[in-house]
Nanobody, 122 residues
Framework: VQLVESGGGLVQAGGSLRLSCAAS????????MGWFRQAPGKERAFVAR????????YYGDSVQGRFTISRDNAKNTLYLQMNSLKPEDTAVYYC????????????????WGQGTQVTVSS
């Protein structure tokens, strides 16, 4: 099983980034997928998740209206479009896969990527 995040980097406040998560080694299309983030000294926190069928997406309060989660089951890839970035969005971003609920809780996730750093300067 592999989840490989990419697309992180340094961006100014107000800018945008698009993260990708390439999945392999498990049946991606039947797994719920999520994005979490971890800032230094803090717990890994929920950002967004999308159901296996792409029928529902759910966001954390701090990113609602700015971030969009999507998936391409034909490409086994998860995405996170991040707009209007703020310095408080600075963190390592992780993608995860699960067939369990609740999908907003990191302990429900079976597989994780290694993370990609996002830094937003003020």
């Amino acid at each position: 099983v592999q989840l490989v995040e990419s697309g992180g980097g340094l961006v100014q406040a107000g800018g945008s980034l698009r993260l990708s998560c390439a999945a392999s080694g498990f049946p991606f299309s039947i797994y719920h997928m999520g994005w979490f983030r971890q800032a230094p000294g803090k717990e890994r926190a929920f950002v967004a998740r999308i159901s296996w069928s792409r029928s529902t997406a759910y966001y954390g309060d701090s990113v609602q209206g700015r971030f969009t989660i999507s998936r391409d089951n034909a490409k086994n890839t998860l995405y996170l479009q991040m707009n209007s970035l703020k310095p408080e969005d600075t963190a390592v971003y992780y993608c995860g896969a699960t067939r369990r609920t609740p999908t907003t809780t990191k302990d429900s996730y079976d597989y994780w990527g290694q993370g990609t750093q996002v830094t937003v300067s003020s």
